[in-house]
T-cell receptor
């Protein structure tokens, strides 16, 4: 079945550590996205990518980094510069970036310990 | 620029009762509109979308929404809810002029009580 796979489902990070969240899709979608979800705040866009080797900052990119070396993969690194990283992270993809519906992964819950 | 306001943060309702989740938006250009559902600790799933044409849109799980351009609203309705409809619902809007600018509302948590 086609879909988006995020791993791990739960992740614990110590203060000062970088961690990488995985996102893989087999939908052959060009566009991929990373969102952060906090209670009562909806979804906020971190980064998005329209094609391989290209990505754009979203509304809250500070403290995060991404890469898009393959069409299927869009990993997100939460760096030590992100002051409040505890959140639910959602990866999504769409056929192309122009305002089509997005397909979401199951999410990764990151907790700083 | 676009913005989305979901007018209720929480909506409690009894099983088999009707429900309406309200969404208003603002935009200087024409838009596409979406409703997504999120079950606990899961990703979002598309319920329905309005791109053009008929203003009454039917989606999965018996939900429907009506696009009202004059009132800039896109309210979600279901005539009879089930316990399994308990979830968080997100309204989203995108301009139809190209480029990526999808904006999500803050969400409405629907509680269906027995």
């Amino acid at each position: 079945d086609g879909g988006i796979t995020q791993s791990p489902k739960y992740l614990f990070r110590k203060e000062g550590q970088n961690v990488t969240l995985s996102c893989e899709q087999n939908l052959n979608h060009d566009a991929m996205y990373w969102y952060r979800q906090d209670p009562g705040q909806g979804l906020r866009l971190i980064y998005y990518s329209q094609i391989v080797n290209d990505f754009q900052k979203g509304d809250i990119a500070e403290g995060y980094s991404v890469s898009r070396e393959k069409k299927e993969s869009f990993p997100l690194t939460v760096t030590s510069a992100q002051k409040n990283p505890t959140a639910f992270y959602l990866c999504a993809s769409s056929i192309f970036v122009e305002n089509t519906e997005a397909f979401f992964g199951q999410g990764t819950r990151l907790t700083v310990v | 620029a676009q913005s989305v306001t979901q007018l209720d943060s929480q909506v409690p309702v009894f099983e088999e009762a009707p429900v309406e989740l309200r969404c208003n938006y603002s935009s200087s250009v024409s838009v596409y509109l979406f409703w997504y559902v999120q079950y606990p600790n899961q990703g979002l799933q598309l319920l329905l979308k309005y791109l053009s044409g008929s203003t009454l849109v039917k989606g999965i799980n018996g939900f429907e929404a009506e696009f009202n351009k004059s009132q800039t609203s896109f309210h979600l309705r279901k005539p009879s809810v089930h316990i399994s409809d308990t979830a968080e619902y997100f309204c989203a809007v995108s301009p139809n002029t190209g480029g990526f600018k999808t904006i999500f509302g803050a969400g409405t948590r629907l509680f269906v009580k027995a």
